[in-house]
């Protein structure tokens, strides 16, 4: 999935919550540097004659320190005005120096962090760095005659532009750094979505493919009880005047093939709600008395399967006999594929009204482990004949699907 270019990507502004944060955080810093210029002005290590005065310095302090309570929001001109702010502080000699120094690194990374102009963000902070250097090498050449000697000045001068280098260097890197982790972010977000998209996407085509395969199968048996009644219908036309008593039985049997073809083809409609090219093969004649089938299978492929029919076996729709062997080949199949189960138990059971499916083995996931598209399945057959679905966890270890269909007793296939 292709990540977002980075001379097309723009960070979003702050949000409410962090500009009302930057300006808590702005105010603070000021009222911090404004209590540390009067306490560095008790301390007297400058002969106050030899500095601005102290309203002028208070007025530098908070031109300096003031506009961090708009840093997120309006980067660029933030580091601009406390830049220029910083040089002429230094110029006029203000005597707070530990939160002012702090606050032109926040301007600095806040710029790199938050610019929106990647270009302009990058040359405005190297213009202002170099404009700092420029102003320490100007300070430098007017103090070298009260600099002592060659020991005094090496110190000095790698006091101010080594040390100067490696305080600019992190905030330019840091800004930079922090703009790269939320263009990062901002792509991963995005492939998730596409991620998810796509996700929905194949769910839905398996959702259809299985829905196309049940209505064909629905198909199946609908044709296969039209075709009956076509049949019953002739045998009566030729009874009805030699034999009025078997064509009411054909009659009666016409009837009943009527009301369950109208019920197949009431699930097939509700199945058939999209189209689709799946071409998956189908069973022919799957049903329940096939499921022992499905356990062979298992079973030759080196499970240890137990399959165990309750109750008495009673005549089932078609459909609903194709959709319980459908439920447990998928079941087994997943077993199979992504269990790494070594015993596998298949139980039927005929309750009153009810046929239940139980398929429970000793792996390690079972049906779950294969994305979720067979249960997609499974559910789409369930619902289709009205019926519950429950897959999960075995208490006693592995996983276990359980299927259970209502069905009405005495009706013919």
């Known amino acids: 999935m292709p990540s977002v270019n980075l001379d097309e990507w723009v960070r979003p502004g702050p949000t ?27 301390l007297r290590t400058v002969d106050p004659a030899d500095v601005a ?112 280098s490696a305080f600019f260097a992190f905030g330019y890197l840091m800004g930079d750094a922090a703009w790269q982790h939320v263009r990062r972010s901002h792509d991963l977000e995005e492939q998730a979505a596409a991620l998810r998209a796509t996700q929905e996407l194949a769910a839905e085509r398996a959702v259809l493919g299985e829905r196309v395969r049940i209505a064909r199968e629905l198909h199946d048996v609908v044709a296969h009880h039209v075709s009956v009644m076509g049949i019953q219908a002739s045998a009566c036309r030729r009874a009805l005047d030699k034999d009025p008593a078997r064509a009411r039985t054909a009659l009666t049997a016409i009837e009943e093939g009527a009301r369950t073809a109208v019920d197949e083809l009431r699930r097939m409609l509700g199945a058939l709600r999209a189209t689709s090219t799946s071409t998956d093969d189908v069973v022919p004649n799957a049903g329940v008395d096939r499921l022992e089938e499905i356990t062979d299978r298992a079973r030759e492929a080196g499970l240890t399967v137990r399959y165990a029919v309750y109750g008495d076996p009673v005549p089932l729709p078609e459909s609903l006999s194709q959709a319980a062997y459908r439920i447990v080949q998928e079941a087994v199949t997943n077993t199979l594929k992504h269990a790494h189960a070594r015993a596998l138990d298949v139980r039927v059971r005929y309750l009153s009204g009810e046929l239940e499916l139980d398929v429970t083995d000793d792996g390690r996931g079972g049906s779950s482990s294969g994305g979720g598209m067979g249960l997609v399945g499974m559910r789409e057959r369930v619902a289709v004949h009205d019926g519950a679905l429950e897959h999960g966890p075995h208490p006693d270890g592995g996983y276990r699907v359980r299927a259970r269909f209502p069905y009405q007793a005495g009706v013919a296939l």
Do not use: C, H, K
């Not at 944060?21 to 306490?39: E, H, P, R, S, Y």
């Not at 406390?82 to 690194?105: D, K, S, T």
């Open 53 to 164: 005065p102290l309203p002028e310095q208070v007025a530098w302090v908070l031109a300096l320190t003031l506009p961090l309570t708009l840093r997120r929001a309006y980067p660029d001109v933030v580091a601009v005005v406390i830049g220029a702010a910083f040089i002429g502080g230094q110029f006029r000699g203000v005597q707070e120096q530990q939160v002012i120094i702090g606050a032109l690194f926040a301007a600095i990374y806040a710029l790199g962090a938050w610019g929106r102009n990647r270009d302009r963000a990058r040359v405005l902070r190297l213009v202002i760095i170099g404009a700092m250097f420029a102003w320490l090498v100007v300070g430098y050449l007017f103090l070298s005659d009260q600099i002592g000697g060659p020991a005094q000045r090496a110190s000095v001068a790698f006091n101010w532009f080594v040390v100067n």
């Open 16 to 42: 409410a919550a962090q500009r009302r944060t930057d300006v808590w955080i702005g105010l603070a810093v000021a009222a911090v540097a404004v209590a540390n210029l009067f306490i560095t002005r008790q």
